[in-house]
């Protein structure tokens, strides 16, 4: 894949550039700050890392657990909110976020983003253990400082290796049970690992003007959607291969073999879908990017149902 340098949007990220208090921020500001709906992905991947891990762990405990995970989450997309507003002003899909709106003031932002990041780390150390407290503290600095802030404005290769800061919530879950990581959740963060990048280039084929207008390097803008196409593609593949790891390294059953085989399927003709996609000479869809739009739906579903597939197949062996 292409890699380049990408100028940042005059004033850069922290100008402060966002339109003034629009007379004070509501709740749900607040909330949205915390992107919910990346949250709940999130939350999901972490508790099954929680269900599958061997040993037992008091309910109100796991539930914390959960918590803090979920609070993790929050907490970093607010840094990255804050990070991005100067972008986010500019996009169409993300200029009504409470930052770039006027509704939240960016230090006040800040401040909710640090406590919070913070203080899920420490209750999560309070609550299980300390390896499960390092790795959501390690998950947070990686989503924030090294996607956020080092990789997303710099080069092509920001989804893909940004992409391990989504990835760990199955391995806190595991620890928090058991104090130490293991194969299957080591398995687990490899499949979000490489699904986060077809999964995301598929909404960068249909988003890449806002981004293009951003300055902001995603393959489309840098590689063409053409080349995009391919490499989403050729994740696709890798992932469906890796998805098959657990069955084949028998840290899951037949339950799940099954389940990974059929989804990945099912992912692998999406993805073709969007390869063979009608374009113009450019690479450009001549259908409003349908396939690329289906396929990143289809991605969201297949996660949830893959990683549903393990506690489902532990529940039987």
Known sequence: MSDASFSLPAGGPHTG??????????????????????????????VIGLMVAPGH????LAFTAILAIAVAAGAAGALNMWYERDIDALMRRTRNRPIPAGRIEPDAALSYGIFLSVASVVVMGLA?????????????????????????????????IGGA?????????????????????????????L???????????????????AGVPMLPVVAGPRHTRWQIMLYTLLL???????????????????????????????SWRVLRDAQ????????????AKAA??????????????VPLDAAFR
């Open 17 to 46: 550039a966002v339109a003034p208090m629009a007379g004070g921020s509501a709740v749900a500001d607040w909330i949205n700050l915390l992107k919910p709906r990346v949250v709940v992905l999130v939350v999901f991947t972490g």
């Open 57 to 60: 762990l008091n309910p109100v």
């Open 128 to 160: 299980t253990n300390m390896v499960a407290a390092v790795a959501l503290a390690v998950s947070i600095a990686f989503y924030v400082l090294v996607y956020t802030v080092w990789l997303k404005r710099r080069t092509a290769q920001n989804i893909v």
């Open 165 to 193: 800061a989504g990835a760990f919530p199955p391995v806190i879950g595991w620890a928090a049970v058991t104090g130490h990581i293991g194969l299957l959740p080591v398995l687990l963060f490899a499949i979000v690992f």
């Open 195 to 213: 699904w986060t990048p077809p999964h995301f280039w598929s909404l960068a084929l249909f988003a890449e003007i806002d981004y293009a207008r």
């Open 240 to 270: 469906v291969a890796v998805s098959l790891l657990p069955w084949a390294l028998h840290v899951a059953g037949p339950i799940y073999g099954a389940a990974a085989a059929v989804l990945g399927a099912g992912y692998i003709v999406a």
């Open 280 to 291: 113009d000479a450019g690479g450009h869809s001549l259908t409003r990017d349908a396939p």
């Open 296 to 309: 990143f739906r289809y991605s969201l579903l297949y996660l949830a149902l893959l990683f549903a597939a």
